[in-house]
Protein backbone atom coordinates (compact mmCIF):
# COMPACT_ATOMS: atom_id res chain seq x y z
CA UNK A 1 0.00 0.00 0.00
CA UNK A 2 1.41 3.39 -1.05
CA UNK A 3 2.00 6.06 2.04
CA UNK A 4 3.25 9.51 1.44
CA UNK A 5 4.19 11.53 4.61
CA UNK A 6 4.49 15.19 4.19
CA UNK A 7 6.53 17.60 6.08
CA UNK A 8 7.39 21.31 6.13
CA UNK A 9 5.22 24.02 5.24
CA UNK A 10 4.39 26.42 8.12
CA UNK A 11 3.99 30.11 8.10
CA UNK A 12 6.39 32.94 6.55
CA UNK A 13 6.79 36.59 5.11
CA UNK A 14 6.40 37.59 2.01
CA UNK A 15 9.50 36.81 0.00
CA UNK A 16 10.56 33.87 2.18
CA UNK A 17 10.96 30.39 1.64
CA UNK A 18 9.54 26.88 2.73
CA UNK A 19 10.87 23.83 2.05
CA UNK A 20 7.58 20.72 1.75
CA UNK A 21 8.23 17.18 1.65
CA UNK A 22 6.96 14.09 0.30
CA UNK A 23 8.17 10.64 1.34
CA UNK A 24 6.97 7.68 -0.12
CA UNK A 25 6.91 4.10 0.26
CA UNK A 26 5.07 1.32 -0.38
CA UNK A 27 5.01 1.40 -3.99
CA UNK A 28 5.20 -1.27 -6.33
CA UNK A 29 6.61 -0.03 -9.66
CA UNK A 30 9.39 2.29 -10.02
CA UNK A 31 7.46 4.77 -12.69
CA UNK A 32 5.07 6.72 -11.63
CA UNK A 33 3.34 10.20 -11.73
CA UNK A 34 4.42 11.65 -8.25
CA UNK A 35 3.27 15.53 -7.92
CA UNK A 36 2.05 18.62 -5.69
CA UNK A 37 -0.84 20.57 -5.63
CA UNK A 38 -2.68 23.16 -3.68
CA UNK A 39 -5.80 24.34 -2.75
CA UNK A 40 -6.52 27.66 -2.04
CA UNK A 41 -9.51 28.67 0.23
CA UNK A 42 -12.80 28.78 -1.80
CA UNK A 43 -11.03 27.68 -4.86
CA UNK A 44 -10.64 24.83 -6.42
CA UNK A 45 -7.52 21.86 -6.15
CA UNK A 46 -4.47 22.81 -8.78
CA UNK A 47 -1.70 21.25 -9.56
CA UNK A 48 1.37 22.87 -9.06
CA UNK A 49 4.21 20.55 -10.10
CA UNK A 50 3.77 17.05 -11.35
CA UNK A 51 6.54 14.89 -12.92
CA UNK A 52 6.20 11.17 -14.38
CA UNK A 53 9.84 9.63 -12.04
CA UNK A 54 10.59 7.68 -15.36
CA UNK A 55 11.17 10.59 -17.19
CA UNK A 56 9.05 12.07 -20.41
CA UNK A 57 7.59 13.73 -18.44
CA UNK A 58 6.88 17.09 -16.21
CA UNK A 59 4.24 19.92 -15.20
CA UNK A 60 5.05 22.96 -13.99
CA UNK A 61 2.07 25.88 -12.99
CA UNK A 62 2.44 29.17 -14.83
CA UNK A 63 2.14 30.72 -11.19
CA UNK A 64 5.40 28.96 -10.15
CA UNK A 65 7.67 31.16 -12.45
CA UNK A 66 10.18 29.76 -11.17
CA UNK A 67 9.95 30.12 -7.46
CA UNK A 68 9.20 26.59 -6.90
CA UNK A 69 12.23 24.17 -7.54
CA UNK A 70 11.57 20.03 -6.67
CA UNK A 71 14.52 18.19 -5.66
CA UNK A 72 14.34 14.45 -5.04
CA UNK A 73 16.25 12.46 -2.44
CA UNK A 74 16.74 9.24 -0.46
CA UNK A 75 17.20 6.89 -3.41
CA UNK A 76 14.51 9.32 -5.21
CA UNK A 77 11.91 8.14 -2.73
CA UNK A 78 11.25 11.83 -1.72
CA UNK A 79 10.22 14.84 -3.24
CA UNK A 80 11.05 17.90 -1.65
CA UNK A 81 9.34 21.08 -2.94
CA UNK A 82 11.16 24.84 -2.56
CA UNK A 83 9.35 27.01 -2.44
CA UNK A 84 11.04 30.74 -3.00
CA UNK A 85 10.19 34.71 -3.07
CA UNK A 86 6.43 33.36 -1.53
CA UNK A 87 3.76 35.77 -2.35
CA UNK A 88 0.51 35.89 -0.08
CA UNK A 89 -1.11 34.49 -3.01
CA UNK A 90 0.68 31.36 -2.32
CA UNK A 91 -1.25 30.64 0.54
CA UNK A 92 -2.52 27.17 0.76
CA UNK A 93 -2.66 23.64 1.69
CA UNK A 94 -0.53 21.47 -0.11
CA UNK A 95 -0.52 17.96 -1.02
CA UNK A 96 1.68 15.63 -2.21
CA UNK A 97 -0.01 13.19 -5.05
CA UNK A 98 0.96 9.70 -6.36
CA UNK A 99 -0.40 7.51 -9.07
CA UNK A 100 0.47 4.18 -10.15
CA UNK A 101 -0.58 4.63 -14.13
CA UNK A 102 1.56 5.38 -17.40
CA UNK A 103 3.15 8.61 -18.10
CA UNK A 104 0.04 9.72 -20.08
CA UNK A 105 -1.98 9.80 -17.42
CA UNK A 106 0.03 11.74 -15.61
CA UNK A 107 -1.91 14.68 -16.54
CA UNK A 108 -5.01 13.27 -15.53
CA UNK A 109 -5.26 15.51 -12.24
CA UNK A 110 -8.58 14.48 -10.90
CA UNK A 111 -7.79 11.12 -11.26
CA UNK A 112 -4.63 10.28 -8.81
CA UNK A 113 -5.53 7.77 -5.93
CA UNK A 114 -3.13 8.13 -3.01
CA UNK A 115 -2.86 11.73 -1.38
CA UNK A 116 -0.62 12.75 1.45
CA UNK A 117 -2.14 14.83 4.27
CA UNK A 118 -2.45 18.16 3.46
CA UNK A 119 0.08 21.13 5.03
CA UNK A 120 -0.47 24.63 5.32
CA UNK A 121 1.50 27.18 4.10
CA UNK A 122 0.71 30.81 5.20
CA UNK A 123 2.35 33.57 3.63
CA UNK A 124 2.09 37.01 5.25
CA UNK A 125 1.81 40.21 3.41
Known amino acids: QVRLVVSGGGSVQAGGSLKLSCAVSGYTYSDNCLGWFRQIPGSEREAVFVMYTGGGYRYVADFVKERFTITRANHQNTMNLHLHNLKHDDTAMYYC??????????????????WGQGIQVTVSS
Open 97 to 114: AFNSVERHLCSAFDQYQT
